[in-house]
């Protein structure tokens, strides 16, 4: 379908130059668009005519970025929102009414958790929780109103991975839709859609800009699909900023290469973490120790960028490895270029009950890297410090 390799379409798909021949994309700062007569105006209302109207519905970088990310994920239609979250809301939106069951992995970030699981609710969508690496469970959860499977992989913090091939296949015989979350590992590592899913959903906001500066978000996948969200999008208007489009598909140039580097700077930093003194455990789909690590090798391209592990002590000893560090950051952001650390169970998870954060295995004394592109001498110094404390 389309002529090029990942790396050349990262930099050259979606290009369109205006009447000035910019080499680089241009930005369009404008919310509106103006039309060379009343009879003009008119088609491109009706939709009779092809063209820009109002930014609220299109704009020619926002355009840009979706043609860009669609080529990456391998999709036939993009739309781009303003954060994350309204990517996943506006999906649900566009796809689901009063009555419609949904079936989402447990471990989702948790603003999906809360979306699914107390607003949709209100309005007469019901989810069930399955356990994420349990076929049996997507399958037993299904119901004659199952309309949407909606699974992260892999998820946070723990790293579980989701056979996307597997789920899809249970997904299509309720005939259900299947979105997956592809956030974490992006389409560098990991394309949902050529194993099986109808959707992806992106967190632009973390490793498509991936250097922290903008919030986006976007539903690549089935153009039927991406045409209901883009009609939601249009009238209820949780529509990207032309500025963060245009920061994100800069951001997608260096995308591959960004998440190789920071892949095999996590891997190396998995594997020192597992020999350390008062580490418990490790989790990273690239250890050979992780429970789906052949899956994980078959389903992307590498581990990805986010390492948890647990040491001994709980939370005390935990907040000390934190407190230690002199350079990485403490945020609970990711898919920056700077590596950040995180105390899931008085941050990310700090609103949910002891038990079940237990239940979720999100220890006391578990921490999650964001691991980024600085020296692996200087992100284990900084660790060591705590660490051998
Ligand atoms: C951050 C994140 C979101 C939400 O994205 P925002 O841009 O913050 O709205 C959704 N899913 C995952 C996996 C995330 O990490």
Request: hydrophobic share 45%.
């Amino acid at each position: 379908m389309n002529p090029y390799e990942f790396d050349t379409l990262a930099v050259r798909a979606g290009t369109a130059r205006s009447q000035f021949n910019e080499h680089s994309e241009a930005l369009y700062l404008t919310s509106s668009f103006v039309f060379g007569s009343a009879a003009q105006a008119a088609a491109r209302f009706s939709g009779e005519e092809p063209g820009n109207v109002y930014a609220r519905f299109s704009n020619p970088t926002v355009t840009a970025m979706q043609e860009r990310l669609a080529a990456l994920e391998g999709a036939e239609a993009c739309v781009a929102t303003a954060s994350g979250m309204s990517a996943i809301l506006s999906l649900a939106m566009a796809t689901l009414k009063a009555g419609d069951h949904v079936v989402a992995s447990t471990g989702l970030f948790g603003a999906t958790q809360q979306l699914f699981g107390t607003i949709l609710s209100k309005f007469g969508i019901e989810t069930s929780f399955v356990a994420a690496t349990e076929l049996d469970a997507y399958r037993a959860a299904v119901t004659p109103r199952t309309r949407l499977f909606f699974v992260e992989t892999p998820s946070n913090p723990l790293t579980e991975v989701i056979d996307i091939a597997a789920v899809a296949e249970i997904a299509h015989a309720a005939g259900a839709l299947f979105a997956v979350d592809n956030c974490f590992c992006t389409p560098a590592l990991q394309r949902p859609l050529e194993l099986g899913a109808d959707v992806v959903v992106h967190s632009a906001t973390k490793y498509l800009d991936g250097q922290g500066r903008v919030l986006g978000g976007a539903v690549a996948g089935a153009k039927v699909v991406v045409d209901e969200v883009l009609k939601f999008l249009r009238t209820a208007g949780p529509s990207i900023s032309p500025f963060n489009a245009w920061v994100i598909l800069k951001g997608l140039e260096t995308l591959r290469i960004r998440m190789e580097a920071q892949s095999a700077t996590s891997l190396n930093l998995a594997r020192w973490l597992e020999h350390q003194p008062g580490v418990v455990r490790v989790f990273y789909p690239g250890l050979a120790s992780h429970p789906q690590h052949a899956l994980a090798m078959r389903q992307q391209k590498s581990g990805g960028a986010i390492v948890s592990f647990e040491v001994a002590g709980g939370r005390e000893r935990a907040w000390q490895v934190v407190d230690a560090t002199q350079m990485i950051s403490i945020t609970a952001n990711l898919g920056d270029t700077k590596t950040t650390i995180t105390h899931p169970a008085s941050t990310t998870h700090g609103r949910i009950s002891a038990e079940a954060r237990a239940a979720a295995g999100i220890g006391e004394g578990l921490l999650r890297v964001a691991v980024g592109l600085e020296s692996i001498e200087d992100l284990r110094a900084d660790l060591a410090r705590g660490l051998g404390a």
